[in-house]
């Protein structure tokens, strides 16, 4: 089978989206390719926002290479599957753009993960698929459509099979991105000690974690912690470097001690950045980290108080002091370090100022503690409806609309309901 694994070009006017603007490599669907040739079939990624292509000419492409399948992901790339944008306006148009191409349309991500009907009716697309999708996109183009974790839609209506999908995903070979994939990829995402020397890259080490923090949205992909094979790991990194790439960016949701893995880093002419809990590190791991050639850490600290940390369930065993001593034994070896916090009410304004400024006479950066979105597929969301229904992105974007008045920064202009920002809510 001929499949087209689509990338859209994104836009995020009017939403709630705070995560990165940038092109970012489709890790997900360079899995997905990957696995597809491993089976024998035929792929290409056209990724419009790499590629800087509006939807016409990237259908214009799609419609050259003549798919028997295409698939369409809801969210722009891996990285950002746990903070989506709300809205599914640009896949609906991208979509659209592809209303002629005859061949059977799948979309993946977290819409279809955490709420699959109202995903399949806003985009109209025959297949869904639930959870990590690269080893059921195998399955489906090998003509199944019975595929456990998928909504089909059959008869008028959409059938639900299973639950979410986590894939083996230890045993992912190692994906392939050439010099023309790099020479466009010029961010380097979130480093912020220089300007970028060269193209940077994202590779994924582990997927999942171990904790279940009330605000990450990874109940119905990428949940269960799993580590990649390390020589398929590092024949990534070297393609990447052999392409021209001067820094990674690790998407792991959370970035934890690995020996090897680090001592292998030290010994390649590249530089990287990755999201972690500091208290997950000991001071000679931590100076190893920096000695592997790590210039971004961005720790999750939260909350500043045991009570408020307690309610975000963190299972965070150290003190507050204690997390700052290893924030500054990091900022010691790693140019960047932040340490990330959120609105919690626990934190008194005052006991959160006098921290940050601490914490910034050290050199870390501690940010203004933004306001927390309740992300359908996470626990912050269940507390306050329960399981996610049809409604549950409109209803998550109207309560935080309604509950803040400030936003992160990176928004332009108060953001807006769903109802203004998709074709067919």
Not at 93 to 103: G, N, P, R, S, T
Not at 381 to 387: A, N, T
């Amino acid at each position: 089978m001929r499949v087209a694994l689509v990338n859209p070009r994104w836009t995020f006017d009017g939403s709630i989206y705070f995560g990165c603007r940038e092109p970012h490599l489709p890790l997900e669907l360079g899995a997905a390719k990957a696995l597809l040739e491993r089976a024998g079939h035929t792929a290409t990624i056209v990724d419009a926002h790499m590629f800087d292509l509006p939807h016409e000419e990237m259908a214009g492409q799609v419609r050259a290479f003549g798919p028997d399948m295409v698939v369409v992901t809801t969210a722009p790339t891996y990285l950002f599957w746990r903070c989506a944008q709300p809205e599914l306006r640009v896949p609906q148009e991208a979509l659209a753009a592809m209303a002629d191409i005859a061949a059977l349309k799948v979309a993946v991500g977290p819409h279809s993960s955490t709420t699959p009907y109202a995903a399949m009716e806003k985009l109209a697309v025959d297949i869904a698929v639930m959870g990590e999708c690269e080893e059921a996109i195998v399955e489906i183009a090998g003509g199944r459509r019975d595929v456990v974790g998928t909504a089909v839609r059959e008869d008028g209506g959409v059938r639900v099979i299973g639950g979410p999908l986590a894939t083996s995903f230890k045993d992912l070979p190692a994906l392939q991105w050439g010099p023309e994939w790099l020479a466009r990829h010029h961010h380097h995402h979130h480093r912020f000690d220089r300007e970028p020397d060269g193209p940077g890259a994202e590779v994924e080490a582990s997927r999942g974690c171990p904790y279940h923090c009330t605000f990450c949205a990874k109940e119905n992909f990428r949940d269960v912690y799993r580590r990649r094979d390390l020589g398929a790991l590092l024949a990534e990194i070297d393609g990447l470097i052999a392409a021209g790439a001067r820094y990674i960016y690790f998407v792991d949701e959370i970035f934890l001690p690995n020996r090897p893995l680090l001592t292998a880093l030290a010994a390649r002419d590249i530089t990287f950045g990755v999201q972690t809990r500091i208290d997950l590190w000991k001071p000679d791991m931590i100076r190893l980290l920096g000695e592997a050639g790590c210039v971004s850490v961005e720790a999750g600290v939260e909350s500043l108080t045991p009570e408020g940390r307690d309610a975000l369930d963190k299972r965070c065993k150290l003190t507050t002091d204690e997390l700052a001593e290893l924030l500054v034994v990091a900022k010691e070896v790693i140019p960047f370090v932040q340490a990330n916090l959120i609105e919690v009410p626990d934190d008194d304004d005052a006991l959160v100022e006098a921290w940050r400024s601490r914490l910034r006479g050290a050199g870390v950066w501690a940010n203004d503690p933004v306001p927390l979105f309740p992300y359908p597929g996470s626990p912050d969301y269940r507390k306050l409806w329960g399981l996610p229904d049809d409604g549950a992105w409109e209803r998550a974007v109207d309560y935080y609309i309604d509950a803040y008045t400030d936003f992160s920064d990176v928004q332009e202009g108060r953001p807006v309901p769903l109802s203004q920002l998709e074709r067919h809510s």
